[in-house]
């Protein structure tokens, strides 16, 4: 079910668990396959904000909110 992208604390509704452990215990197994998968997943979105900072023109150590809204 985790692969499948719902909701567990829909799934927890849907199963009538009182406890969200018992719902991803029982419908959560994952492989390390899965976990590069999401590592991956993350690089490239690391990657995107690293690329949307520069064409902002934000330099490395300069990518605080406050200082993105002084340099609007």
Known sequence: M????MNPKVLQYLMGHSDISVTL????H?????AKEEMEKLA???ADAEEEMEKLGVKENEHSV???RQSS
């Open 2 to 5: 985790a692969k499948s992208g």
């Open 25 to 28: 215990n029982t419908y959560t």
């Open 30 to 34: 994952l492989k390390l396959d899965d």
């Open 44 to 46: 490239l979105k690391a």
């Open 66 to 68: 406050i200082k993105l």
